[in-house]
């Protein structure tokens, strides 16, 4: 199970650092759909370093538990929020964001149940 986990950590690592590159380099194809949510320019620095230390987290979690359940879980609830503005605001693509959440609940069951 521990191969598992270091799989889905890995990719979901390696998902983060991407979207936070994006999100600093001011992609155009990352910044339309965050910002017709009601997302400032301002917070996408901000975002993209929640996204690095996220992915920090999870690797270093492979190691140290309790630092990948809790990397795990606040990525999870990172991309339950994106899933939730894009609702709020009637926007119905959110296929990229829960995909995402549910990647980090694999990530969290995985690293809780290896152990």
Known sequence: MFLA???ISGFLAVALVGS???KLRRM???VAPIT???VPLEWFPF???IEL???AGLIIGLAVPAIGIAAATGVMLYFVGAVV???RAGDSTIAAPAFLA???LGALILRVYSM
């Open 28 to 30: 155009e194809q990352v």
């Open 47 to 49: 975002l993209a370093a």
């Open 102 to 104: 549910f990647m980090a």
């Open 20 to 22: 936070a590159m994006a």
């Open 5 to 7: 986990c270091v799989i």
């Open 36 to 38: 017709s949510v009601g």
């Open 85 to 87: 503005a894009h609702l």
């Open 53 to 55: 230390l996220g992915a």
